[in-house]
């Protein structure tokens, strides 16, 4: 018996050291996973690669063509009268050099689309991070409001437990109980409630960044509010939106520079080798240089009215380069002043009126204890606790979301 005994407790020994706890999922940590792990991100490097290919492939040349075939072959022999007029076999070789300055236009054009891919990386990656961020905070803040709910349950059973006690002494009413048992189901259906949004978040935050779900949050995590620069000049450096555009309006000049190489001529060389049907003619050749001529009238309107949509786009993106800097300064400005007022709130709610409304409760559990109150009021105190709580969750919830999407505007 004493050597049984003895195995079930080094069993139970065993597990106890060999459980380990789940690691705690750092915030920091998130954008540099979603950086590496994210399948979209993995997406965009590849077609950043392939754009680089194909502008490698833009300094290339025409491949050369070459021919054969017959040349001035009359068709009946009956009225040739020399050995000329018999005609030729002919094998050709041409080969079209294009401007090199074209050339490298061409590249710089298609080239700048890899810089483009990377900035639209760039892009989707801090709107990956401030998901993440949104799914961390919404499964912090349903935590913090099941672990209130929890109190509250608590709390509710032993006042229930009371009164199913003093019920028979007729020192409780059974409508208060009734209410007791009534606020407890209810309390145990939120607490479900928020455990299932809290499982949803970590599901949605296990995709996004790749991760097994053997992971738990931090419980106090409580971004901190940073006020950045939110002048204009400052916002075309940080925020990647106005990059993105700016960069827009740099490929249009490239896709101008490149039109304007066109006009350049390109020229192409030709040789071709004769070779008589006649054995008393003897073998000739030609050779053919020719040069492409577009700044003809018929095709100089082509180049002038391209060049002319370019600069229309250049001007629109202009425009809303302009009118996004804008907004964006107006929405930053709005957001720091409705983070300030929040901050004051939640500091106000948590400092000043939740210990006031703790101190009320227990004063009123010390007289419920002593039979000096009634079951009711008790339980009006322990709500308007509550909901306080709930409310302080909620606006602490605000908050944090306030805050990533400040940092978000400001790419950080």
Same mark, same amino acid.
């Given at each position: @018996? !004493?050597y049984?005994?003895?195995v079930?407790?080094?069993?139970?020994?065993?597990?106890?050291?060999g459980?380990?706890?789940?690691?705690?999922?750092?915030?920091?940590?998130?954008?540099?996973?979603?950086?590496?792990?994210?399948?979209l991100?993995?997406?965009?490097?590849?077609?950043?690669?392939?754009?680089? &290919?194909?502008?490698g492939?833009?300094?290339?040349?025409?491949?050369p063509?070459?021919?054969?075939?017959?040349? @001035?072959i009359?068709?009946?022999?009956?009225?040739?009268?020399?050995?000329?007029?018999?005609?030729?076999r002919?094998?050709?070789?041409?080969?079209? /050099?294009?401007?090199p300055?074209?050339?490298?236009?061409?590249?710089r054009?298609?080239?700048?689309?890899?810089?483009?891919?990377?900035?639209?990386?760039?892009i989707?990656? +801090?709107?990956l +991070?401030? %998901?993440?961020?949104?799914?961390?905070?919404? !499964?912090v @803040?349903?935590l913090?409001?099941?672990?209130?709910?929890?109190?509250?349950?608590?709390?509710l059973?032993? &006042?229930?437990?009371?009164?199913?006690?003093?019920?028979?002494?007729?020192?409780?009413?059974?409508?208060d109980?009734?209410?007791?048992?009534? !606020?407890?189901?209810?309390?145990? %259906?939120r607490?479900?409630?928020?455990?299932?949004?809290?499982?949803?978040?970590?599901? !949605?935050?296990?995709?996004?960044?790749?991760?097994?779900?053997?992971f738990?949050?931090?419980?106090?995590?409580?971004?901190?509010? %940073?006020?950045?620069h939110?002048?204009?000049?400052?916002?075309?450096?940080?925020?990647?939106?106005v990059?993105?555009l700016?960069?827009? /309006?740099?490929?249009?000049? &490239?896709n101008?520079?490149?039109?304007?190489?066109?006009?350049?001529?390109?020229?192409?060389a030709?040789?071709?080798?004769?070779?008589?049907?006649?054995?008393?003619?003897?073998?000739?050749?030609?050779i053919?240089a020719g /040069?492409?001529?577009?700044?003809?009238?018929?095709?100089?309107?082509? +180049?002038?009215?391209?060049?002319?949509?370019?600069?229309?786009d250049i001007?629109?993106l202009?425009?809303?380069?302009?009118?996004?800097l804008?907004?964006?300064?107006?929405?930053?400005a709005?957001?720091?002043?409705?983070?300030?007022d929040?901050?004051?709130?939640?500091?106000? @709610?948590?400092?000043?009126?939740i210990?006031l409304l703790?101190?009320?409760?227990?004063a009123?559990?010390?007289?419920?204890?002593e039979?000096?109150l009634d079951?009711?009021?008790?339980?009006?105190?322990?709500?308007?606790?509550? /909901?306080m709580?709930l409310q302080?969750?909620?606006?602490r919830?605000?908050?944090?979301?306030?805050?990533?999407?400040?940092?978000?505007?400001?790419?950080r």
């Amino acid at each position: @018996m !004493r050597y049984r005994l003895l195995v079930f407790l080094l069993l139970i020994a065993l597990q106890k050291s060999g459980a380990q706890s789940a690691p705690v999922l750092q915030p920091d940590s998130m954008l540099s996973r979603i950086a590496h792990s994210h399948l979209l991100l993995q997406a965009n490097t590849l077609r950043a690669q392939a754009y680089r &290919l194909s502008a490698g492939a833009a300094l290339a040349w025409a491949p050369p063509v070459v021919g054969a075939g017959t040349f @001035m072959i009359p068709w009946s022999a009956r009225y040739v009268y020399n050995d000329v007029a018999l005609g030729s076999r002919i094998v050709q070789v041409e080969q079209e /050099i294009p401007h090199p300055g074209r050339l490298r236009a061409r590249y710089r054009y298609l080239a700048f689309q890899t810089d483009m891919v990377q900035t639209a990386q760039t892009i989707l990656l +801090h709107r990956l +991070h401030f %998901t993440a961020r949104q799914q961390y905070i919404h !499964r912090v @803040m349903a935590l913090q409001k099941a672990a209130v709910l929890q109190r509250q349950e608590q709390v509710l059973s032993f &006042l229930h437990q009371v009164a199913l006690v003093r019920l028979p002494y007729r020192q409780a009413q059974v409508a208060d109980v009734s209410m007791a048992a009534a !606020r407890l189901t209810e309390v145990r %259906t939120r607490i479900r409630l928020e455990e299932a949004l809290a499982a949803g978040s970590k599901a !949605r935050l296990c995709s996004l960044l790749s991760l097994p779900e053997d992971f738990t949050t931090d419980s106090l995590y409580a971004p901190v509010f %940073t006020p950045g620069h939110t002048d204009t000049v400052s916002l075309a450096r940080t925020n990647q939106e106005v990059y993105q555009l700016e960069e827009a /309006i740099r490929w249009q000049y &490239l896709n101008r520079k490149a039109l304007r190489q066109e006009q350049k001529p390109d020229f192409k060389a030709g040789f071709y080798q004769f070779f008589p049907l006649s054995p008393l003619v003897p073998n000739s050749f030609n050779i053919m240089a020719g /040069i492409r001529i577009p700044l003809a009238p018929w095709a100089a309107g082509y +180049h002038r009215r391209k060049a002319r949509a370019i600069q229309a786009d250049i001007a629109a993106l202009t425009e809303q380069r302009t009118n996004l800097l804008q907004q964006t300064q107006a929405r930053l400005a709005a957001l720091e002043r409705d983070i300030r007022d929040l901050q004051q709130r939640v500091y106000g @709610m948590s400092e000043k009126i939740i210990p006031l409304l703790q101190q009320a409760l227990e004063a009123d559990m010390a007289r419920y204890r002593e039979n000096r109150l009634d079951l009711a009021t008790v339980l009006r105190s322990l709500e308007a606790v509550t /909901i306080m709580e709930l409310q302080l969750r909620e606006y602490r919830q605000q908050l944090y979301e306030m805050i990533a999407v400040y940092d978000w505007q400001l790419y950080r």
